[in-house]
């Protein structure tokens, strides 16, 4: 698994055209719903503590299916091909919206949440895609470019979720269940297959367990330093994903409108960094410094999010934090250049599995904290308790990442 891999031929220009934009209409659903969800939650509890507890929980409920069925689907697409699995993704996420648009209760949430954790592989396979279609000195900026087509969907929808959430709290569960649909059709209509016959890997069952694949994945010494800060940043970004319009609704009483805004602003970040930034940063910086600068970033963002007073303090935080979106393409670079092309659905599955885990525990974790916090008052610091903690496992992943670049130093110097 960690053989080192000759130059890739590149395969037909316009593919990963072709995913980019199916990474771009399914965030765009996605980001749809983020502003409205925790308000919907809200609507069939009656108070704050239960709000952000069972928001929590259908999160952790989403992580955890996403957790189990990830390698699953990414060992798939390693036999069968990208194309069936993104597919199959794209129709699992529309029926995921359709349940919730009309769910009447809270139960029926959860359907919808427990469908689209199922079926939530577009991510990892569209990693793994780009990967097929770029050289291996390319795949950085490949994988940049797929973080682009999240943020310019980023961008779009959570502040169109934002302003449809005013006119109707189910109202972005609609159109992002058509779009998800569109989707589907795009896909089925224009997507091509990007894995060669020659490179289909195994289905083994033992690959799709995925704390097989975990294991397989923290078992490998070459890179266990980088998949330790990897999970470390993770763990804080779901954190704060987790918990950010909760929280900036009990600090500073935002609408999903705010947030929309806000969120539109951090997609917007992501997309100048990533799109127009990341290529002049690894060429001037080097993979390795990019990483530990953006990590580095983020960790004094989360603390200055958690004490910020002002809502619009939020912004210009959200401004100063531009490299910090520069870290996650430079690390799955580093990783994705020690494996081989038969298996990178299977590490991206692996990788994106990290990202569940994250998902199933962080919320929990966070809006247990929130919901403990909730009845301060809005000036209180304890309020951005679940900040400060996304600062410390970010200022570990800062730790852990400038100890594995001195020992690959050493081990190549030897």
């Known amino acids: 698994m960690s053989a080192v891999l000759p130059p890739a031929t590149k395969a037909p220009a316009g593919k990963l055209g072709f995913v980019l934009v199916s990474v771009f209409i399914d965030v765009l659903g996605i980001g749809l719903i983020i502003p409205v969800m925790p308000v919907l939650v ?7 503590d239960e709000q952000a507890l069972w928001y929590g929980v259908l ?17 798939l697409s390693d036999r069968v091909g990208r194309r069936p699995v993104l597919l199959y993704s794209m129709g699992g996420m529309c029926l995921n919206f359709l349940v919730t648009a009309w769910a009447p209760s809270l139960a029926w949430l959860f359907v919808g949440r427990a469908i689209g954790g199922v079926s939530a592989a577009s991510m990892s396979v569209a990693s793994a895609y780009a990967s097929d279609v770029s050289t291996t000195e390319n795949r950085a900026k490949s994988f940049g470019k797929i973080g682009a087509a999240f943020g310019i969907g ?19 569960f609609w159109v992002a269940a058509g779009l998800a649909g569109l989707n589907l059709v795009y896909g089925w209509r224009f997507v091509p297959e990007s894995l060669p016959e020659r490179v289909h890997g195994p289905f083994d069952w033992q690959r799709v367990n995925p704390l097989h694949a975990l294991k397989r994945l923290f078992g490998r010494k070459d890179v266990r330093g980088l998949v330790i800060v990897f999970t470390l ?7 704060t994903q987790g918990t950010w319009v909760l929280y900036t609704t009990f600090r500073f009483g935002w609408s ?13 970040a ?15 910086l080097g993979e390795a410094r990019l990483a530990v600068l953006g990590l580095a970033s983020g960790a004094i963002t989360y603390v200055l999010y958690g004490l910020a007073t002002q809502g ?10 531009l490299l910090a979106f520069a870290a996650g393409p430079a690390l799955q670079g580093i990783v994705s250049r020690a494996t081989d092309a038969g298996e990178q659905g299977e590490l991206m599955g692996s990788l994106q599995s990290i990202n569940s885990i994250g998902v199933v525990l962080m919320p929990l974790v966070g809006s247990a904290i929130l919901g403990a916090v909730s009845h301060l008052p809005p000036s209180d610091p304890r309020i951005g308790s679940t900040f400060f903690l996304s600062a410390a496992m970010q200022a570990l992943a800062v730790l852990a990442a400038l100890r594995y670049f001195r020992q690959r130093r050493r081990r190549d110097a030897a």
């Open 270 to 284: 992501t997309v100048i960094v990533q799109a127009w930034l990341l290529a002049v940063l690894l060429r001037r």
């Open 233 to 239: 940043s993770t763990f804080a970004q779901m954190m």
């Open 154 to 172: 980023f961008i779009c929808g959570p502040v169109l979720g934002g302003l449809l959430g005013e006119i109707s709290l189910t109202l972005p």
């Open 256 to 268: 999903p409108r705010d947030n929309g805004i806000a969120l539109f602003c951090v997609g917007l």
């Open 312 to 321: 619009w303090m939020m912004y210009l935080f959200i401004c100063c934090n």
């Open 59 to 75: 999160a952790a409920v989403f992580g955890l299916l996403q957790f189990l069925f990830m390698p699953m689907l990414g060992a």
């Open 42 to 48: 809200g609507q069939f509890v009656p108070g704050r």
